[in-house]
């Protein structure tokens, strides 16, 4: 069970929150002003995920690192190409003389357009940058996609999709036991040879598995601050696929294209070609220019011209 919302208000910073109450955890694609978050939900925040360097978009990562300056987890921050030295510029902007039994870790990731290339930035050695190895962090079996978007900086769109989940048939004639867990554990690593003990028999895996039924997982996109023209959202299609959810920014109108094409940003028709061709079941729109401040409902009428399942609130949220 996980739901996500908005921290602010459409026209305002982009922050989408995303709450995983099984692992006591929040992740927040983008992190622009934060205010409107109290300082339980800030302390739960352990991944960011950064679509770009504009103010707008990772404001707020000071007042979350201030939050958590003597936590005991690591923040991990994710961008894209040169996030880390501007994480570096950022940390490095503060006096640390007095935190040096903190265990606060800020770990940084950069897409490099090949790799991910990673830092870590102790808190007890005043966020000294730290290589470290290359690749991933761990994201609690969640799987993640990216792309690189077109706003005359480097820019991502992420696309996060939940684990594996499974549900065994009321009619299941087995005993409960340990072998449920271990079950499960080897369905979602495609592992479907060999034997399990219950109730003191062996049973082959593939039999078990009869007994269980596989739900749909849950794909959102992120997807802020680009142009969304036939190229840009083709290579969006190419790298997600098939998304159940998009939230996109609608920053213009279509009668404001050519502002739309100046400013790098996309109008409300341009998100909802987007979410035709990503085949999903919802859109959510964000990130609305201030040009369009009171505008909210044409941006909404427009995109539902296109797809009909479009929502658009400062409130809204998408609850699994």
């Known amino acids: 069970m996980f739901h996500c919302r908005l921290v602010n208000p459409v026209h305002h910073d982009p ?13 927040l694609l983008d992190c622009g002003d934060l205010h409107a978050l109290s300082l339980h939900e800030l302390l739960q925040i352990d991944t960011v995920f950064v679509s770009h360097a504009h103010i707008d978009h990772w404001i707020g990562l000071d007042a979350l690192m201030r ?26 902007g503060y006096a640390w003389n007095l935190v040096s039994r903190s265990q606060f870790v800020v770990e940084g990731y950069e897409w490099t357009g090949s790799d991910w290339e990673s830092r870590h930035f102790p808190c007890r050695d005043r966020f ?30 992420y696309r996060l999709e939940s684990p594996p989940s499974f549900r065994f048939r009321e009619d299941c004639p087995h005993p409960p036991g340990p072998w449920i867990a271990n079950l499960k554990q080897k369905m979602a690593a495609g592992d479907s040879d060999g034997t399990l003990m219950v109730g003191g028999t062996q049973r082959l895996l593939s039999d078990l598995s009869q007994w269980v039924r596989v739900l749909p997982t849950y794909q959102l996109a992120y997807i802020t601050d680009t142009r969304l023209d036939p190229s840009t959202r083709a290579r ?5 696929g098939p998304t159940r959810v998009l939230w996109c920014e609608a920053a213009f109108l279509e009668s404001q294209r050519e502002l739309a094409e100046a400013k790098l940003h996309s109008t409300a028709t341009e998100a909802a070609r987007l979410a035709c061709e990503l085949q999903c079941e919802r859109l959510h729109l964000f990130h609305l220019s201030r040009r369009t401040q009171g505008l909210a409902d044409e941006h909404l009428r427009e995109a539902r011209q296109t797809f009909a399942e479009t929502y658009i609130d400062q409130q809204s949220a998408e609850k699994v």
């Open 236 to 240: 969006i299609v190419e790298a997600f």
């Open 67 to 92: 939050a958590q300056l003597f936590g005991d987890r690591p923040l991990r921050v994710l961008g894209p190409k040169g996030i880390l030295d501007m994480l570096a510029g950022r940390l490095a």
């Open 15 to 27: 922050a989408l929150l995303l709450e995983l109450p099984q692992l006591a955890q929040r992740w």
């Open 128 to 157: 000294e940058g730290r290589q470290a190895p290359p690749g991933l962090p761990p994201l609690e079996n969640w799987s993640l996609r990216w792309v690189e978007l077109q706003h005359g900086v480097p820019c991502l769109g």
